[in-house]
């Protein structure tokens, strides 16, 4: 009989949760779930040794452990730090965490490109999501941004350097799941960059994975680059034979057209099984799929925009708080307006639209 | 005249080679502990001392062995931080250049106490010469029969390499450094778990500054008390400061840490006084990461007291008035020098040497350098001062490695102290640019607060 662990209690913006020993406390706000789990951006499950270096996920212990109960001194690293019994953790109850976030998140941008509209991560973006939850609508940053050039790393993966936060997911991808070591680190402090040195070619098995764990778009996948944005695309999950991985993916289809194939990512963006480069690059038609089903997208993700999962409209409300009475606040737009017209598909019309194409009469 | 204990046998004739240091008394401390002491005893009589580390964070260096991990089968490992680069401190290399089997000597002491059978000196690549210094030290050492298997009949077996390090200051952090040692790239590691539980290759390490390894060999030869009874409290014993800037004679001093830091600057046995009959402005007693302070509060504390070149005094009044002992480099500026351009300095050195690993360092280190530029160079706006206050305190205890700290500490006392000199550069930009700000009050005597 295996020993039972003895299971250690910690307390996260007031939720206590039970815990194995040596868990961290992100994982453990993982599982309390909510608002209460710091974000991460360099931290990833799969990959060892990640984590520690974003510092988004700073959090404040107010008591070390119920032996010890002194509060550590400095905000800790959540994703690298184990919890102790008795433990007591501030997160978005303590406002000096959150003003360190934004610190963070402020830090994260300075040097970043802010190119969402034309870069294929939009709308899947770590950073966006971090920005749209502890960024400020001003920079205080008056000098030139720092850049650097577009660079290959083989036949199917682009490097956007511009755009990485340094997270150095993507070298303990190339550690950890390609045999031989491909890709490092040049160079220190803001100059630092990701490289496979003098561009060499990435042809290893595995190397695709370092784009799903990218978490902005600084690697991304070139046999998908510009061809749609991934709010358009429906994810589904899939399988396949292969002799390589499991071949457990995810499908991102537009209609019957296979768009990009990417490896399956948790609720926390994070991918449990790595697939293969065949599977991810290679393996564009249905036929090459069985297809599971839609995949469950959550309804405040911009990906589930359009998917009219389970949808559910919301009950008629205001008759019955407005006595009876049933005001009209909301018009038709299509009833006022031409442009927006559900009959006329746009992508049929040769050349650009114009408002002739929409003029009918009024109803 | 102070007493010297590391530099005593400085002024011998040739004293850098084997035979000169033997036959003045050297490796008598090896003989001492191989024959008549256990490690234990050896590990408690440094802490009896009250030595603390040289290298700049001041920690009881008897403790710090004391926490080694000791698992059975499992190596341990002594090693020695030669990698000297902060702007300021230069008393390791003027120890190893001059007297390099002190350091051998006080490695073989400290390894034996703490069980290492094979010590690496990680030495700042800049230091080529050195390098090889050391290691013809070295091979004297080991011709004589210090070093190798079984130590004078010991049993005791120890080899000392020396590595040196690649040009990158943040090599100088410890767990930086055991990346380095281990052939990566010299990032610091996530802490814990801490050397002394899994450090090079994963075994218990520890990690000493080269003036802290070598202040063993007086401590096991005159013993501690004695070495304790010099200083005052807790800052026990001598201390290497490397003295430079607008100073009459700039070079290593040895001192008892029982002096003021008036006398320090002034007496013509430490530094002679500011040179060419200036004023003295400025100063930064431990090398750049630490605040830097002006006349008035260099002199005396914020409650009136004497400033003695002692850890204790020298930090009196926490960040907002006192400084740091640090490693020992202590610049001095005199009224003719320009605390901005000063602070621009240091920032440039920073942002070049983070490792670029964490985000605070790696992007606040490059924002700060390029407004401290602007303002230096006449394109500053007053709200620019404050929001290089408001980086560095977001840089600061929010990093993997103190190197975050040390980056923002300095732009901190800077504006603490010297904000008017700051403004004056904004406020009068063009005049900044032909002529500095001078001595202004910055060494009027300050009003004691009424307790
Ligand atoms: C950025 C940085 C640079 C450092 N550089 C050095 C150095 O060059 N030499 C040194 O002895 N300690 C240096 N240290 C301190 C070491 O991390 C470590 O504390 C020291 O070697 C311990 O030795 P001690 O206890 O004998 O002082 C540095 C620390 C930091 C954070
Ligand atoms: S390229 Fe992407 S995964 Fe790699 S370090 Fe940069 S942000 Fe992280
Ligand atoms: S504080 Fe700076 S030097 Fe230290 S780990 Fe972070 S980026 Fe590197
Ligand atoms: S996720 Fe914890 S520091 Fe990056």
Not at chain 1, 82 to 101: F, H, K, S, W, Y
Not at chain 2, 218 to 231: D, L, M, Q, R, V
Not at chain 2, 315 to 329: H, V
Not at chain 2, 394 to 404: A, D, L, Q, R
Request: with cysteine; hydrophobic share 35%; charged share 25%.
């Amino acid at each position: 009989m295996a020993e039972e662990k003895k299971l250690v209690k910690v307390t996260i913006d007031n939720l206590t949760v039970e815990v194995e020993p040596g868990t961290t406390i992100l994982e453990a706000a993982r599982q309390i779930g909510g608002d209460i789990v710091p974000p991460t951006m360099c931290y990833y499950s799969t990959l060892k040794g990640s984590g520690g270096k974003c510092r988004t996920c700073l959090v404040k212990v107010a008591q070390g452990s119920a032996a010890d109960p002194r509060p550590m001194p400095k905000l800790v690293a959540s994703c690298r730090t184990a919890v102790m019994d008795g433990m007591v953790v501030e997160n978005i109850t303590n406002p000096a965490v959150l003003e360190t976030r934004k610190a963070v998140t402020e830090f994260l941008l300075i040097n970043h490109p802010l190119d969402c509209p034309v870069c294929d991560q939009a709308g899947e973006c770590d950073l966006q999501d971090l920005s749209y939850g502890h960024g400020v609508d001003t920079s205080r940053l008056e000098f030139k941004k720092r850049t650097f050039e577009l660079e290959n790393l083989g036949p199917y993966i682009q490097l956007h350097m511009t755009r990485c936060i340094m997270c150095y997911r993507c070298v303990y991808v190339a550690d950890q799941l390609t045999e031989q070591r491909l890709h490092g680190v040049l160079d220190r402090g803001d100059e630092c960059r990701i490289s496979t040195y003098i561009s060499k070619a990435i042809d290893n098995d595995f190397s695709g994975n370092m784009i799903d764990v990218c978490p902005v778009g600084a690697l991304t996948d070139r046999t998908f680059r510009f061809k749609n944005r991934v709010w358009f695309t429906k994810p589904m999950d899939a399988h396949r034979e292969c002799s390589k991985c499991s071949g457990n993916v995810r499908l991102w289809m537009r209609g019957e057209e296979v768009f990009r194939v990417t490896g399956r990512k948790d609720q926390w963006n994070e991918v449990h099984d790595f697939i293969c480069n065949e599977c991810r690059f290679e393996k564009k038609k249905v036929s090459d799929w069985v297809i599971e089903g839609p995949t469950k997208v959550h309804r405040h993700s911009v990906i589930s925009a359009n998917k009219y999962q389970n949808l559910k409209t919301p009950k008629e409300f205001l008759p019955e708080v407005m006595g009876g009475r049933d005001p009209k606040m909301l018009m038709n737009i299509h009833k006022v307006s031409g442009v927006n017209d559900p009959e006329i598909d746009l992508s049929k019309i040769p050349g650009p639209a114009t408002s002739k194409i929409f003029d009918k009469e009024e109803s | 005249m102070a007493r010297k204990l590391l530099l005593e046998k400085i002024g011998i004739e040739g004293i850098r080679y084997y035979d000169a240091y033997r036959k003045s008394g050297g490796y008598a401390s090896v003989e001492k502990v191989l024959k008549t002491m256990s490690p234990d005893d050896v590990t408690n009589e440094v802490k009896k001392s009250g030595l603390r580390g040289r290298g700049g964070a001041g920690f009881p260096t008897g403790m710090k062995w004391g926490f080694l991990a000791k698992p059975q089968g499992v190596p341990r490992y002594l090693i020695c931080n030669a990698d000297e680069s902060e702007p300021g401190t230069f008393k390791d290399r003027y120890l190893m250049e001059h007297i390099p089997h002190l350091l051998i000597e006080g490695l073989i002491v400290s390894s034996y106490a703490v069980g290492s059978n094979c010590t690496y000196i990680y030495i700042r690549g800049e230091f080529g010469w050195i390098v090889d210094i050391l290691e013809q030290a070295i091979a004297e050492a080991k011709n004589n029969g210090w070093l190798g298997k079984n130590i004078l009949g010991s049993g005791f077996d120890c080899e000392i390499y020396v590595h040196p390090g690649a040009g990158a200051y943040i090599c100088g952090e410890e767990t930086a450094l055991l990346e380095s040692l281990e052939g990566k790239r010299g990032n610091p590691r996530i802490k814990p778990p801490f050397p002394a539980l899994k450090g090079l290759y994963d075994c218990p390490t520890v990690v000493n500054n080269v003036e802290t390894l070598s202040a063993v060999v007086p401590i096991i030869n005159y013993g501690s008390e004695e070495y304790a009874k010099i200083g005052i409290g807790k800052s026990a014993g001598t201390k290497l400061i490397s003295a430079c800037g607008n100073i009459s004679k700039p070079g290593v001093y040895e001192i008892e840490m029982n002096i003021s830091v008036e006398e320090f600057i002034y007496s013509d046995e430490y530094c002679g006084g500011i040179a060419n009959g200036r004023r003295l402005k400025a100063c930064v007693p431990g090398g750049s990461s630490v605040p830097i302070l002006p006349a008035n509060l260099l002199l005396k504390t914020a409650k009136g007291e004497t400033r003695m070149m002692t850890y204790e005094s020298l930090s009196d009044g926490g960040f907002i008035t006192g400084s740091m002992l640090g490693s020992g480099g202590f610049i001095v500026y005199d009224e003719d020098q320009c605390i901005v351009r000063n602070t621009y300095s240091f920032s440039r050195f920073y942002r070049h040497e983070s490792c670029g690993q964490c985000s605070p360092c790696r992007e606040g280190t490059g924002w700060m350098k390029k407004i401290l530029w602007n303002i230096e160079t006449g394109k500053g706006k007053i709200k620019d001062i404050d929001l290089l206050f408001s980086i560095q305190s977001k840089i600061e205890g929010n990093t993997i490695c103190p190197f975050g700290d040390a980056a923002s500490w300095p732009v901190a006392a800077a504006i603490r102290h010297f904000r008017d000199e700051f403004e004056w550069h904004v406020t009068n930009a063009e005049e900044a640019q032909r002529r500095n700000y001078g001595l202004a009050g910055y060494a009027e005597p300050l009003k004691v607060a009424a307790s």
